[in-house]
């Protein structure tokens, strides 16, 4: 597992990422979790992503287990607030209250005592930014997280939220964005602007919620089995399974053959080549994808792949930065 320093920090993180999104205490069993984690772990990952949201807290309750017994100082724990987690009105979005509850609770789920990466899952337009940064500062300061990160921020915010963590001598190192092959949103502002102020990209669905691994084919139903057959995660990704993007990417599969990777090895290792980019996360509900996945690392594409790849997805590759995540 080859490794990349976390944005301007001295923090070390394994440049693929396991993540829980969508599967752990939702999409697979315990135990199918339990398998995935320590295959990850088998592989060399130690950087494990997650969020209070997924699964309704479910999520991180999974992850504490299965990590539990590991040696914590070989592990790099990444979670997230924002999103509602409970009834009330404070129980959600950026506010110091809900920044320090959900906090306390992430940590017991997780049975640890710190985590490495503390997350703006969005960015709060209702809340003032200085509270948001000094509560998160003060987490700092009491030794509950290590290090802060955003996730879907827009460029202005993150240069807003970088000048503050200076000004209260805390170290925001991150931006958690969508980026694949097919999503590239964040090339033009947010990326420029991140390695400006010192944030790297941990990158979520490289895999364009798997549609980038050719299991989709055009004219077909998704397979029953798949995300994209799945009742209710599928809907996140109903604008990938157009029968012009799904040719596009079966056009890649040539590619693929003669660098001798599957189709999602070439997916991951593309988002590896991005300078600003630390890490990929994977998520995986059976212990096979994350020995297929892991082998994306330390990869290196030629030029001309990387142009081959740009002529054949041609203008199915969405690239407007005004389309950063709010969702």
Known sequence: MQTRRLGRSGLTISEIAYGNWLTHGSQVEEDAAHACVRAALDVGITTFDTADVYAGTKAESVLGRALAGQRREGLEIFTKVYWPTGPGANDRGLSRKHITESCNASLQRLQTDYVDLYQAHRYDSSVPLEETMTAFADLVRQGK?????????????????????????????????????????????????????????????????????GKYLPGQQPPADSRGGHATVGGSMKGYLTDDVLTRVQELRPIADELGLSMAQLAIAWVLQNRNVAAAIIGASRPEQVHDNVQAAGVQLPAEVLTRIDQVLGDAVERDPAKTSRG
């Open 145 to 213: 997280v290590l290090y802060l990160g955003v996730s879907e921020w827009r460029a202005e915010e993150i240069a807003a939220a970088a000048e503050l963590a200076r000004e209260l001598k805390v170290q925001l190192i991150s931006n958690q964005p969508q980026y694949s092959m097919l999503w590239r949103v964040i090339e033009a502002e947010v990326m420029p602007t991140s390695e400006q102020e010192g944030l790297s990209q941990i990158v979520w669905s490289p895999l364009a919620q798997g549609v980038l691994t």
